[in-house]
């Protein structure tokens, strides 16, 4: 409590007690608290400005050398107009003089200089039908071509018209009549040997050299290709050649929609068993997309082409390539297996298990050698069993000798009949063996029934007890090997072909799939 005191003037005050002189103490120090805090937060402030402000001086100055840098490109260019008028000026001369020298004789090319000369012609006379039908017809020579093409290009006035021009006939809609072969090779052959002719010799990728009037034109072609894939059912029946051809038209004229990344991952998806889907998928923006498309694969049996992604985006880690590839071989033994039940046609029934198991091994032993897997997944017992099924297959296909009993006899022993009619069209073709399928998927496929989904482990065929390590390769020592019985018999049906190893890809993402 306070003292009282009494002033002279006869009235009583109370002195200052401790309790209220603590609370002003505590309010002091409070206020000293809050003053340092202050203190230190605007010199915080301070702190980040100046180092804001050096970040900013630093941009404005490489700013400066960039402007500079461009400034004196711009001039460099400026000063070369003249030299490049007179080049362009060379070339329609060159294109004159070609155009009064040429005849309807067919020129023999033999060697890669007469190739050039050949190409270079077509270019300096902007005969781009001509030059689409000369490339078009010599798929034999393709590598030659690869060469010579941008060098025969760059003779061109406006190159990349003339390229539009010279798959017009194929793309974006096939024009001929008879659309027999599949020219899609041509057409990314072309369009990729543009992209070095198109690149500013002085600004490098970040210019391109194609008009408005070009890029719009490109723009239109692929609106219409779309506009096509959707009248002929839509992603699900476009052809993968064609999907090849649009991506690279996209990228080599830079044309590339940001809405459009979900339809460009669909048609990627649906054609993903091509090996250079996943450096296109890469080129038009989906690397973000991949791990989601991976799981895609994979949840549709694919897990060879999943295989390819993976390496492609370095997610190896997540996604574990070996443990794919044994479940491919599994999937592959069960969809065999599944064929086998078929007791209505049993020896088609061999042939195409058969079949499907030769694929499978094929295409996984071609994984395991091109991305170095042979320490965590020997091919040996692969190959054995391979090796297995191609002699017997061969032996199987050998003719066998002809006789009495191997042709239809009348009533009377008095000779052969001749073959049954079919129906009543003429020249029809009658056929001995059952219908063959109606689609058979690529090697890096498995064609499952609806609503498969991979699941638990599928044993050998005709041994439905599990192996000793359920997570064995059906192919290893531990696994039952299918048996070869009863003999297989192969009708007369062709032999499977089997995609071709792919090269390196050319400049950023070209590579053609026609190796």
Known sequence: MGSITISDSGESTQAPSLDEFQRQTSLMTSCTLLWKELSDHFTSLEETLMKKSDAMK????????????????????????????????????????????????????????????KLKSFCLRMDSVGFGAFVCGRKKEIESLRVQIPLALAECADPARFVLEAISEVFPVDKRKLCMTDLSWACVLVLESLIPVMVDPILGKSRVLVTPSVRKNAKEIADKWKENLDLLGGIENVKPPDVHTFFQHLLTFGIVKQEDLDFYRKLVVGSAWRK????????????????????????????????????????????????????FLKDAKKAATTILEDNNNSSRAVFLAARKELSALKAVIKCIEEYKLEAVFPPENLKKRLEQLEKVKVEKKRPAAAGPANKRTRASNVGPMPPAKAGRITNAYVSSFPAPPTFVRSPSHTQYPAGYAVGPPVYGLGNRSPPTNPYASPYSPEATAPPLSPPLSYPGTPPMHYPTAYGAYGPAYQQAYYR
């Open 276 to 327: 250079q889907m996943p450096k296109l998928a890469l080129a038009l923006g989906l690397a973000d997309q991949m791990p989601d498309m991976i799981e895609e694969l994979i949840s549709r049996g694919q897990q060879v082409d999943a295989v390819h992604f993976i390496h492609e985006v370095g997610l190896v880690d997540r996604f574990p390539p070996v443990c794919l590839l044994k479940s």
């Open 58 to 117: 630093d941009k404005i100055k490489t700013l400066d050398t960039e402007t500079k840098a461009s400034l004196v490109s711009l001039e460099e260019r400026e000063a070369t107009m003249d030299n490049s008028l007179a080049i362009a000026l060379k070339k329609v001369e060159a294109a004159l003089q070609a155009a009064a020298s040429s005849n309807n004789k067919e020129e023999e090319v033999d060697d890669s200089d007469g190739l050039l000369f």
